[in-house]
């Protein structure tokens, strides 16, 4: 069970490179995440899915664009790459309201710096 | 979701008891406390969550005051590998399963 694993672990794009972050899970988990994290911040939110074809934004959708095909895959598209975007970013999923135990598992990030 | 609030940073030393508070006194009676943990450089790790009983499992034991304003963690031997950022959660079960994440506490374990 390898949980929620993210591709690449680093990143280095020039100012104006496009790219996509992977994530996929295997605990057949509903809802997925991405939260970024800068250094010495908190996490937060850019994008989330309920289910396949369902994505909605979180607090920083600007710049990223997600899709949600299957249940286990949740990539993350950025485009036009920003020094703004430099982060840490991360994955995660959860269960869905049938479980009881409602903690999230997140995937080991990427490091991304945009030059 | 009801504001949290913790300390920026604890000590602890090595085998001790590690006791983290949080207060949450605008909580509301369908949030649970959730608690995760950030150990430098990888992703949040889920440690525990509860509604108003105490709760333990094998990481760390949960205990939530009756009137359910505060919280506090406990980690019954600490290691040097518990230091890391702590994150309480307050958070309503149902269709938004969003968690908001503040700075957390972190906790160095001393030797």
């Known amino acids: 069970n390898a949980g929620v694993t993210q591709t690449p672990k680093f990143r280095i794009l020039k100012i104006g490179q496009s790219m996509t972050l992977q994530c996929t899970q295997d605990m057949n988990h509903n809802y997925m995440y991405w939260y970024r994290q800068d250094p010495g911040m908190g996490l937060k939110l850019i994008y989330y899915?309920?289910?396949?074809?369902?994505?909605d934004k979180g607090e920083v959708p600007n710049g990223y664009n997600v899709s949600r095909s299957t249940t286990e895959d949740f990539p993350l598209r950025l485009e036009l790459a920003a020094p703004s975007q430099t982060s840490v970013y991360f994955c995660?999923?959860?269960?869905?309201?049938?479980?009881?135990?409602?903690?999230?598992?997140f995937g080991s990030g990427t490091r991304l710096t945009v030059v | 979701d009801a504001k949290t609030t913790q300390p920026p940073s604890m000590d602890c030393a090595e085998g001790r008891a590690a006791n983290l508070p949080c207060n949450h006194s605008t909580i509301s009676g369908n949030e649970y406390v959730y608690w995760y943990r950030q150990i430098h450089s990888q992703g949040p790790q889920y440690i525990i969550h509860?509604?108003?009983n105490n709760e333990t499992n094998e990481m760390a034991s949960l205990i939530i005051t009756e009137d359910r304003k505060s919280s506090t963690l406990i980690l019954p031997h600490a290691t040097l590998r518990d230091t890391a950022v702590y994150y309480c959660?307050?958070?309503?079960?149902?269709?938004?399963?969003?968690?908001?994440f503040g700075k957390g506490t972190l906790l160095t374990v001393n030797p």
């Open positions: 899915s309920v289910g396949a074809g369902i994505t």
């Open positions: 995660a999923s959860s269960p869905s309201s049938g479980n009881s135990n409602y903690g999230y598992t």
């Open positions: 509860g509604l108003k």
């Open positions: 959660i307050a958070k309503a079960r149902g269709s938004n399963y969003k968690l908001t």
